[in-house]
């Protein structure tokens, strides 16, 4: 199984400051064959489901506010909220969906 | 509008059963794969399982495999999970996704999620 982990654990921001999150899988995640990685970005407020961010990496999903960034290629991925607004406070996922099992990092806390 | 709602959960006793459905709405459910995440209480997500849009294909977490199967109506454009031999590791709010357009195991769309217990 690909394992995903995730740093910091919890990081707390001040608004309109950077936040950045890191995610690592046990394998590459970029598929030769169309050069996509296969690397996904949740937010989760409180009681509320996952939120789809990002996929293939890089790519913002309809409606995301251009503050939120993903990069990273291979094994080595990071989620950039460019300027924190309050709305954000959330917990963040990264996942893999290359392979069954699709697997998720544990989470990263983002508080003001 | 793309809905999908969730139904079925409760409290049941070790060794019970229970069966999950997810009502989809808002687009054409039998394109799509499906899948179930869980997420124990205070906890990370976890991916149950996966079913292509003609329903074939089933595909488990090894956690539940042999105990869990996933299914689908596409005429009712309901997707189903029959979990039995519930353990107290089963506890858990149970999400479906639906998969996206773009790759079928990225989940674009998620239900508000059903909550199993299982205590005695």
């Known amino acids: 199984d690909i394992v995903m982990t995730q740093s910091p654990d919890s990081l707390a921001v001040s608004l309109g400051e950077r936040a950045t999150i890191n995610c690592k899988s046990s394998q590459s995640l970029l598929y030769s064959s169309n050069n996509k990685n296969y690397l996904a970005w949740y937010q989760q407020k409180p009681g509320q489901p996952p939120k789809l961010l990002i996929y293939?990496?890089?790519t913002r999903e309809s409606g995301v506010p251009d503050r939120f960034s993903g990069s990273g290629s291979g094994t080595d991925f990071t989620l950039t909220i460019s300027s924190l607004q309050a709305e954000d406070v959330a917990v963040y996922y990264c996942?893999?969906?290359?392979?069954?099992?699709?697997?998720f990092g544990p989470g990263t806390k983002v508080d003001i | 509008e793309v809905q999908l709602v969730e139904s079925g959960g409760g409290l049941v006793q070790p060794g019970g059963s229970l069966r999950l459905s997810c009502a989809a709405s808002g687009f054409t459910f039998s394109s799509h794969w499906m899948h179930w995440v869980r997420q124990a209480p205070g906890k990370g997500l976890v991916w149950v399982s996966r079913?292509?849009?003609?329903?074939?294909?089933?595909t488990y977490a090894d956690s539940v495999k042999g105990r869990f199967t996933i299914s689908r109506d596409n005429a009712r454009n309901t997707l189903y999970l029959q979990m039995n031999s519930l353990g107290a590791e089963d506890t858990a709010l149970y999400y479906c996704t639906r998969g996206s357009t773009a790759a079928g195991n990225l989940g674009d769309y998620w239900g508000q999620g059903t909550l199993v217990t299982v205590s005695s």
């Open positions: 293939w990496a890089s």
């Open positions: 079913i292509y849009g003609d329903g074939s294909s089933p």
């Open positions: 996942q893999q969906y290359f392979f069954t099992p699709l697997t």
